[in-house]
């Protein structure tokens, strides 16, 4: 037992060295990422160069996270996507070079306006990049750095992949990257050297020359050729030459000289500060063989004015201020206050401080015309309301947030009938003359598609008020002040019988926004006390005028012959007169005529027929000689969309029991049986057939017949759906009365209707109201947009303009909108506004008012669009140029300024030099871009030549050469 005990102690640990390291991990992963992308084995390929392929075409971009030990990185794959990727344009080759090692020296796509950095300087087509991930500290340790590029060599190697692959090192924001390509006996290294100063033996491009030929072994005799591409990169920042961008504000006028708003119903637009930060031009050198330029220290023959190409670009402000956009941001902001308006306006704490004086105060104001009653319209009636009204508003006198003369003059700019004497209580004003004389298809229906309200209407130009109060007088408080002061005109305009201007005569559209269909319910409201007036009032025998036509009078028209026509709205009916009695409020006010009702009904051949219109088509009635005729019917109650959607929950409600679908017809057919009703007392004698015949012909069949005489006749009988037992139409006939339209209980209860409204109209809170009024907002900026973007021509504005309201009638035809997209949608509208701020910064700057004959113009214009729409833009005939001439002229007044402002700065040692030359019309380059490449044998004289490639950038912050230079590994 002890020797065995011994023998087992002396058994050691087995450690197992074929087991993977972290990092053999972490290049096993990095293979099976380019496997799982498809980017391992030959890619030889000869694709065509375009010129221009890299900025026009597609990039696609993938990534992945990879781990080595705990330390994340991001593997990221870059490729240009080209239709010309096909079989046809493939041709392989076992000894070509990679794709990237020949695209190092294309010449088609030097300097890229937008491209990826390493796009820029080695100028490939597809490549991966490693980097750290984020929150992860950069890679500065030179032996992480090496142990980066040793895994990837390895990966690249195993694989067979002959995309480049770069690892980012240092901190991110210098952009340093060291990578590696590799194929068939050959290797492309890239390198990168980084400075914050350019050393002076390497300012030029002499000494550039040197470096290059130096790190590329240029050791061959004959020297082979070195192929030069330059760019010199131009700033122009000044623009205190040119004018403010706005007008300058008329302090005279009543809006205390706001800056770009000259009335209430304009939106004010237009940038309040330069758009354009800067104009950058760049002059190019392509294609320059070695020694037919020289450049050193002391001279250079790089004039910008020689130089062949040409390119500029614009650089826009960001976020720059704008008085349409700052107007759509203010008002959105209301979105999400929680206020009421009593808490906004402190009406709870005025209560209790001033609770005395109020009565006494009001009464002093009797005597004073009110802003929106003329004085030849004052009653006591008037005065009396004039005089609530104040006790109401008397709290907030003295903190008004709105001055008088400003609060008068949008009641004035909102209720226009207010300026002069308002329309008599018996006289429907006419109020749908709004945006009817300028027809426009986009205008007229783009409310329909924004579920707002028509232009010019009441609720447009409450809208525009609202928000441009919320903007320039006083923000939140002074908006719901001039709310409480629009829903006490209402509340007047409906105490005293006045319609309101501004909404068209007819029941609340539901195409429209909420709030205009309240306004629309109240104007019917008006309306029908209107009409119940006028029958009141009206002498004798012409009793009924202006009532409400029968809804029947175009199903009449419909089924009349040519002889005989509906009665149009408005006109006189001959039974109307038969009765002075107005519509009955309640049930309980007919409870003492029923048993009248009951007996007149069972003796209606001897009772006098009431409200009757016209007869209908020389029809008799079936049971009598005596013509059928068109009763006067009451017109079906309005309904706003609120509304419909309660009545409909409540009918939902009722459930699918007989007992629920009994309740649910007779909730139906409320306003049949005022029909039927109408129809009886117009019609002494009548059945359900002759009803029928009227109100629903299609469901009255006609047939011919042969009678007893041999004579062919027509006889007509109930449809089929009208026979079933226990009908709906056969029940609510039997149980109708013979009561005139006059004496019925009212279908649509004004009275009631109105107050409703109006309490839904004062308990709104500013939050509630930007929220109703937000489509009518967005719906006058566009238009602001489109009528602004006509002046210019603007071709990106009036396209994106379509977008916009495709985008924003998604948005706002939903039930409950996204309001967070409505933000988006708003924003895309400021930046259209700031789009073309940048157009006639651009307009001016480049003088096209001035220009020549039309020819120049439209030239220019489609310059500066596309310096809008595209990154860079080609300048035609360079410094040579019509455009050309233009921009160098605009350097040249800058350098003036510049010269000038030095002189007066010091004037003893700088003066001005009247015979300057060309060149210092421009300032020093702020950026030199100078590409360097060849093909020559590496690393040694018998080596097979192979692209170098080396791009240097100088500017004064930075030093920058980034270089990929080719090797043959055959022989080591």
Known sequence: MAATSESESEVFEITDFTTASEWERFVSKVEEVLNEWKLIGNSTRRLSREKGDYTSGTWIEESQEINFVDFKFSITHYALVQEQDNSANVDLEDDAFPIAMQDLLCTNNDFPPRAHCLVRWYGIREFVVISPGTNVEAIISESKCNLLLSSISISLGNSGCQVPMFVQIQQKWRRMYAGECQGPS???????????????????????????KSKSGYTMYPLPPINIAIRFTYILQDWQQYSWPL????????????????????????ACEETISELQLSTTWPDLAEGTVLDNDVYSDLDPLHAPHWSVRARA???????????????????????????????????????????????????????????????????????R???????????????????????????????????????????????????????????????????????????????LVNFHHGGLRSAAYLWQEFVLELRDRWENNYQINGLPEEPPDLRCCLLHQKFQMLNCCIKRRQARDNLRKA???????????????????????????ATPAGKSWDSWSDSEEEFFECLSDQGENESQHIRSDKHSSKTRAEGRMHPFNNVSLINSSELLFIP??????????????????????????????????????????????????ANPGSVLEDFVRWYSPRDFVEDEVVNEEGETVLKGELSARMKIPGNMWGETWENARA?????????????????????????QKPADLTCHLLPCIIQAAILKVKEEASVDSIPSVKKNTQKATVQASKLLQQPKPDYNNIKDCLDFIITMETVIGQFRSLKQKFAIDEAENGQDREELI???????????????????????????????????????????????????????????????????????????????????????????????????????????????
């Open 186 to 212: 050959v290797r492309t290294e890239f390198e990168m050297v980084h400075l914050r100063k350019v050393p002076s033996q390497y300012n030029h491009l002499s000494g550039l020359l040197d470096i290059f």
């Open 247 to 270: 007008q300058p504000p008329d302090f005279d006028n009543i809006l205390r000289g706001e800056v770009g708003e000259e009335e209430f119903g304009k939106l004010p637009f237009g």
């Open 317 to 387: 402000v960001e976020n720059p201020q704008c008085l349409l956009g700052d107007l759509l941001t203010e008002f959105f902001k209301l979105c999400g206050r929680k206020e009421t308006t009593e808490e906004v306006l402190g009406r709870g704490q005025a209560e209790e401080d001033g609770k005395d004086g109020d009565i006494s105060s009001a009464l002093s104001k009797l005597t004073e015309p009110a802003a929106s009653v003329p004085i030849s319209k004052l009653s006591v009636s008037n005065m009396m309301h004039n005089a």
């Open 389 to 467: 009204r104040h006790i109401q508003r008397h709290r907030l006198t003295d903190e008004s947030p709105l001055s008088a003369e400003i609060l008068n003059s949008i009641l004035q700019y909102l209720f226009t009938d207010s300026a002069v004497a308002k329309p008599s209580k018996n006289k429907t004003t006419p109020s749908n003359g709004f945006g009817k004389a300028r027809k426009d298809e986009y205008t007229d229906d783009l409310y329909i598609q924004l579920k707002s309200a028509p232009v010019e209407s009441l609720t447009y130009r409450l809208a525009l008020c609202l928000c």
């Open 539 to 565: 002498p004798e025998g012409s009793k009924g005028r202006d009532h409400p036509n029968s809804r029947q009078s175009e199903l009449t028209a419909t089924n009349s012959s040519s002889e005989t026509t």
């Open 632 to 681: 006067v019917t009451q017109e079906p109650a309005p309904m706003t969309e609120d509304l419909l959607e309660e009545q409909s929950e409540i009918l939902a409600k009722l459930g699918t029991s007989a007992e629920g679908a009994q309740l649910r017809a007779r909730m139906q057919s409320a306003c049949l049986l005022s029909d039927m009703e109408s129809f009886k007392a």
């Open 739 to 763: 009561v005139p339209a006059n004496r019925q209980k009212r279908l649509f209860d004004d009275t009631k209707e109105a107050e409703k409204v109006l309490h839904y109209l004062e308990r």
């Open 862 to 972: 489609n310059f500066i669009n596309s310096l809008l729409e595209e990154p860079e833009v080609v300048v035609s005939g360079a410094g040579q140029g019509k455009v050309g001439g233009i921009i160098h002229r605009l350097f040249a007044v800058a350098q003036e300024t510049v010269l000038l402002d030095k002189e007066h700065g010091n004037e003893d040692e700088m003066r001005l030099t009247e015979d300057r030359s060309k060149t210092q019309d421009f300032p020093s380059p702020a950026g030199r871009e100078i590409l360097l490449r060849t093909c020559v044998p590496r690393p040694a004289p018998y080596s097979k030549p192979l692209p170098q490639r080396l791009f240097c950038v100088l500017t004064t912050e930075e030093f920058r050469l980034v270089g990929a230079f080719s090797s043959d590994t055959s022989f080591f």
